[in-house]
């Protein structure tokens, strides 16, 4: 919701109340042929928002190790939200991507890079000129170790920022909510459609070397 210039997250009971039947999810990937929605034996997974949801797709699906990938919607009050209604700013949800990835070939740590590089994390309810509650950043946890290690890159990269003269981060990281999957025509959009927008783009900071190691055994 947008109260004269800053969005604000609506309340519970200011929500939409939403639908119990969800989207349809495509069987296959349209980049790889992977399903989007399964167990995925022997793979993690992970979440992460990053703004617009297109490009944030892109880089995932791009990187060594992933498996498959998926827009959605997360952790709002609105049950099976749709784009129209989150972007309304009345669910409290915010465009994330899930990320299946083989820990054979990558590792979380390699996924949290991404996400910290690769955008801005300190514009609260904005990304670049998307400016809605639907554009914040976040990391959505599936155990103690994934919150412990983003916990961790979050202080290394904000020591990172601090020296560059950067902001505060603002992106939240709690333990992952229920995933509630987009419309088809979102799922991998930047291939279906090559010219689309893509909104990514970071501070021109790196996770230092070794900041793993902050992540108490």
Known sequence: ???????????????????????????????????????????????????????????FWQARGVYSTAVGYVNGFTRNPTYEEVCSG?????????????PGQTSYADMLGLFWQEHDPTQGMCQ??????????????????QCAMAEASREAFQDVL????????????????EFYYAEDYHQQYLAK??????????????LPEGWAARVSP
């Not at 400016?131 to 103690?144: A, E, F, L, V, W």
């Not at 601090?162 to 909510?177: C, D, F, L, Q, Y």
């Not at 459609?193 to 790196?206: D, K, L, M, V």
């Open 1 to 59: 919701m947008v109260f004269g210039r800053e969005p604000r997250m609506p309340t519970e009971e200011e929500a939409l109340p939403g639908r119990e039947q969800g989207l349809p999810v495509p069987g296959a990937h349209f980049v790889n042929g992977a399903p989007l929605d399964d167990a995925f034996p022997g793979m993690e997974r992970a979440v992460f928002a990053m703004g617009c949801f297109w490009g944030a797709e892109r880089l």
């Open 90 to 102: 009345r669910t409290g949800h915010t465009e994330a991507v899930l990320v299946i990835f083989d």
């Open 128 to 145: 670049g000129n998307d400016s809605g509650t639907q554009y914040r950043s976040g990391i959505y946890c599936y155990s103690d170790e």
């Open 162 to 177: 601090r020296v560059a003269g950067r902001g505060v981060i603002t992106s939240e990281i709690v333990k992952a909510p």
């Open 193 to 206: 459609n090559p010219q689309g927008y893509c909104g990514i783009g970071g501070t021109g900071a790196q």
